[in-house]
């Protein structure tokens, strides 16, 4: 069974700091691109950072500079550091994995961030 688990949300000041994890099982961690999306109240869902089994990344424009992607496949998790956080990053942030190779795409069920004063 295949289990994406995200933790590390909650609330914050703008301008501060979060760390969010993602820990995989049930999969071959390395095999997989890992994603954050994050979803704001009355937004579509989108993607935010990207990370290749080779650790190539990608980021939203909107969060360049300021977010981290990295991963740990012996560990199987993935993890986004958010620092100089501002209110429009209030949103429950995903993680998701897409097989490198095959249509295999899963998704864990969200931890909410918050940045308000």
């Known amino acids: 069974q295949v289990q994406l688990v995200e933790s590390g949300g909650g609330s914050v000041q703008p301008g501060g700091s979060l760390s969010l994890s993602c820990a995989a099982s049930?999969?071959?961690?390395?095999?997989?691109?890992m994603d954050w999306y994050r979803q704001a109240p009355g937004k579509q869902r989108e993607l935010v950072a990207s990370?290749?089994?080779?650790?190539?990344?990608n980021y939203a424009e909107s969060v360049k500079g300021r977010f981290t992607i990295s991963r740990d496949n012996a560990k199987k998790t993935v993890y986004l550091q958010m620092n100089s956080l501002k209110p429009e990053d209030t949103a429950v942030y995903y993680c998701?994995?897409?097989?490198?190779?095959?249509?295999?795409?899963?998704w864990g069920r969200g931890t909410r961030v918050t940045v308000s004063s």
């Open positions: 998701n994995a897409r097989r490198v190779i095959g249509r295999d795409d899963y």
């Open positions: 049930g999969i071959t961690f390395s095999g997989y691109f």
């Open positions: 990370i290749t089994p080779l650790e190539s990344t």
